[in-house]
């Protein structure tokens, strides 16, 4: 069997060359990383239920019309999506304060905020991926004040989606990061959500109890990242109802 071409590796997915023009094969590895890389750890069926849960919740912003990558899931591991040039910017969603906003502005986790706050970083690894303004942004063209209007409101309506879907199963959408990908359409460009969506990019607490179902788990050593991965599965159905630690393959 001929060898496909590898594009890219990254710390937690592999891109390989799609069959069809404009298409990429998303591989997602068990492999987890925190603070840029210097903590690190394989976790067996991380990148199953990654690849599952992003699956879910890209077909259902298809399902409500917001634009994204995502074309179809090929087996376990891997899905086959659009390519895109990737905005080189992560564009962070915060509903509750967490993370290094708390550290940054001392407020407590777990603080609701007056409203969706977004923010950008500049998606560089040997910066740490520097928080930037939309004056950063503009200045060195990373993205036209027309994208800047775009991603806020996919942005904000990636928020709206994933809070409701959330909170349907008894979860908080504490905050979470997106990547926009470009496409071309003859002479038009249009952006749309790339990527993935998963426990590994957004902070998701049990409403109830506040326990941390998302990749803090591992960043703060707070138990099995697959535990808390599978429980989100499973309550959104995604997995079968029963308590399994295993990632389990429905159809
Ligand atoms: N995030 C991410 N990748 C990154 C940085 C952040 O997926 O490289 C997500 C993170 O999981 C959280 C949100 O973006 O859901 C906000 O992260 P924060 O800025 O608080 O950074 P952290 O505390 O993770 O360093």
């Known amino acids: 069997m001929a060898r496909r071409k590898k594009i890219y590796e990254g710390k937690a997915k592999i891109l390989y060359e799609g069959p069809e023009p404009g298409t990429i094969v998303q591989y997602f ?31 259902g912003l298809t399902q409500i019309g917001v634009p994204n990558h995502f074309i179809r ?18 564009v962070i969603v915060r509903n509750y304060a967490a993370g290094s906003m708390s550290k940054r502005l001392g407020i407590a986790e777990g603080t609701q905020l007056p409203r969706p706050i977004v923010e950008y970083c500049y998606k560089d690894d040997a910066l740490g991926d520097p928080l930037v303004t939309e004056e950063h942004i503009a200045a060195f063209g990373w993205a036209s004040q027309q994208d800047m209007d775009d991603i ?16 349907a199963v008894g979860i908080r959408l504490v905050d979470f990061k997106i990547e926009i990908g470009r496409v071309f359409e003859g002479d038009y460009q249009r952006l749309i959500v790339a990527d993935e969506i998963s426990p590994d990019s957004c902070r998701l607490w049990d409403i109830e ?43």
């Open 152 to 167: 806020l409101s996919l942005a904000l309506r990636v928020n709206d989606f994933m809070s409701g879907i959330m909170l």
């Open 73 to 90: 899931r090929l087996n376990m591991r891997e899905q086959l999506v659009r390519n895109c040039e990737i905005v080189p910017l992560e």
């Open 209 to 251: 109890t506040g326990q941390k179902l998302d990749k803090d788990v591992f960043r703060r050593d707070l138990g099995s990242l697959t535990d808390a991965y599978s429980e989100v599965a499973r309550r959104l159905g995604v997995l079968p109802q029963s308590n399994v630690t295993k990632p389990t393959l429905i159809n």
């Open 29 to 59: 590895k068990d492999d987890a990383t925190a603070f840029n890389a210097e903590k690190k750890d394989v976790i067996d069926g991380k990148g199953v239920l990654n690849n599952r849960l992003s699956e879910f919740f890209m077909s």
